[in-house]
């Protein structure tokens, strides 16, 4: 799914935040905050949609709520209710007589999508996740990650131990990746041919755009060997498997792949400094000289609100290693620790940046 100019999503961005101040303004403060007090609530609505199915039996056309409750195995009341709540947020449409029909917002939700945000919905609304974000003021007050210490372990034994909700965690990653894939191969002259590496790359969505867009160049997919299996069948569903090299490793300790260009799309904002330094080191140790390493990442500056980056970074702060949005200048200097020379930004036509450096 192309994405337009980031020039033209940035303009629309500030349209709809100078549309929101104006509104504030034209209610008294403690409505203002209500108002924005229950976006909690919002999150729920969209991750009961999404958890339910309704998206995809509104696909098939308008149907009241005794019809879809029949078909779910839920209250057909409370059933009503929900959705005429998800209908203020035009995540459906409710019409005079009672019939719920689809939105372009409900379409994001079915499991058909090009882009599905079902899974997004779910993960964000799973009690693990909501668990930690409830233990935001423990973060600020600390400066640590609320999950382990509101589940006893990290996100990523959590998950390991919870298959189930690692599963929604996963697909809503590849959600995210395949939302910003196109916009990020098409932000940087990729070489005609050559070997990239696409560390912590996950199925390949990542890799597999970039492929696509240089026939001449051929991939390696470095990651765990459960997330590998998955890989498999991904690529070769884009015809890539004689293209692309599975490598199993560990990337904190060993990334045994001689590549052109390496790639970090959204890892380094999971973990803390040290562990960052520990990662990109651990990559730089294995690229030639000349060699170049990207990495994608949301850029936070520190004295900018971000419509983004700025609730991403919260997420970061309570669900991961004590994870972070970084600014570039941050990120430069990791770079630089790690033995990197950085050599400038490309901003994707979405909200991620590329950040390239060359050993």
């Not at 209710?81 to 009672?98: E, N």
């Not at 690229?287 to 970061?316: W, Y």
């Amino acid at each position: 799914m192309p994405l337009p100019p980031r020039i033209m999503i940035e303009a629309v961005l500030a349209a709809r935040r100078s549309l929101i101040a104006l509104a504030g303004l034209m209610v008294p403060a403690p409505i203002a905050v209500f108002d924005a007090s229950i976006g909690g609530g919002r999150s729920f609505v969209l991750g009961a949609v999404a958890e339910l199915g309704v998206a995809d039996l509104l696909a098939e056309g308008p149907a009241d709520a005794d019809t879809l409750a029949s078909r779910l195995g839920v209250d057909a009341d409370a059933l009503h209710r929900l959705l005429r709540a998800a209908a203020v947020m035009r995540v459906v449409s409710l019409r005079p007589d009672g019939r719920f029909r689809e939105t372009r917002l409900t379409r994001t939700l079915r499991t058909d999508a090009a882009v599905s945000m079902r899974q997004w919905c779910r993960y964000f609304t799973l009690p693990s996740t909501v668990a930690a974000w409830q233990d935001l003021v423990g973060s600020v007050r600390t400066g640590r990650s609320a999950f382990p210490r509101v589940h006893g372990r990290s996100v990523w034994d959590y998950y390991g131990d919870h298959p189930d909700e690692g599963r929604t965690f996963a697909e809503a990653m590849r959600a995210m990746t395949s939302m910003d894939a196109p916009a990020v191969a098409a932000a940087y002259p990729w070489p005609e041919s050559g070997t990239v590496c696409d560390v912590a790359g996950g199925t390949g969505m990542m890799l597999a755009a970039v492929l696509a867009r240089r026939k001449g160049l051929r991939g390696v997919l470095v990651d765990v060997k459960d997330v590998l299996v998955e890989a498999g069948p991904f690529l070769d569903g884009r015809g890539l498997t004689e293209r692309v090299e599975l490598v199993e490793c560990d990337i904190f300790t060993s990334v045994p792949v001689t590549a052109d260009v390496y790639l970090l799309k959204n890892v380094l904002h999971d973990w803390d400094d040290e562990a960052c330094l520990r990662i990109l080191k651990t990559v730089r140790s294995a690229m030639p000289l000349g060699s170049r390493l990207i990495v994608v990442e949301q850029l936070q500056e520190r004295n900018t609100p971000d419509d983004f980056a700025s609730l991403i970074d919260l997420q970061m702060l309570t669900q991961c290693d004590d994870g972070r949005e970084r600014s570039a200048a941050e990120l430069a200097d990791l770079l630089r620790q790690a033995g990197l020379r950085p050599e400038g930004v490309r901003r994707s036509p979405g909200v991620m940046a590329l950040v390239d450096a060359v050993a």
